[in-house]
Nanobody, 126 residues
Framework: VQLQASGGGLVQPGGSLRLSCAAS????????IGWFRQAPGKVREGVSC????????YYADSVKGRFTITRDNAKNTVYLQMNTLKPEDTAVYYC????????????????????WGQGTQVTVSS
């Protein structure tokens, strides 16, 4: 059972990237899938989440309107389309699978986050 995140890279401010989270060993649409990021010296934060039941999507305020999370069941992959990237989006991005998306005063997370992929580096710089 494995999650594999990919698609990171170096992009100029205002540019776009699409991250992929591919699953092996389990069916991705049986889980809520979240994207998280961690910048150097900062705590990890939830960026976006897609629920397993109704496909509902959730976003951190800092990325709302710029990032879009989608699921391709045929490819067993969840994507994070990131547009209008800013230097403050620079971080290592991780995907994780859990029971459900969780929104609280503390931010966006996952209930029972069972699976985590390795990170992919996103650097936004001119």
């Amino acid at each position: 059972v494995q999650l594999q995140a990919s698609g990171g890279g170096l992009v100029q401010p205002g540019g776009s990237l699409r991250l992929s989270c591919a699953a092996s060993g389990f069916t991705l649409n049986s889980y809520a899938i979240g994207w998280f990021r961690q910048a150097p010296g900062k705590v990890r934060e939830g960026v976006s989440c897609i629920s397993r039941s109704d496909g509902g999507t959730y976003y951190a305020d800092s990325v709302k309107g710029r990032f879009t999370i989608t699921r391709d069941n045929a490819k067993n992959t969840v994507y994070l389309q990131m547009n209008t990237l800013k230097p403050e989006d620079t971080a290592v991005y991780y995907c994780a699978g859990g029971f459900s998306c969780l929104t609280s005063e503390y931010g966006l997370g996952l209930v029972e986050d069972d699976y985590w992929g390795q990170g992919t580096q996103v650097t936004v710089s001119s």
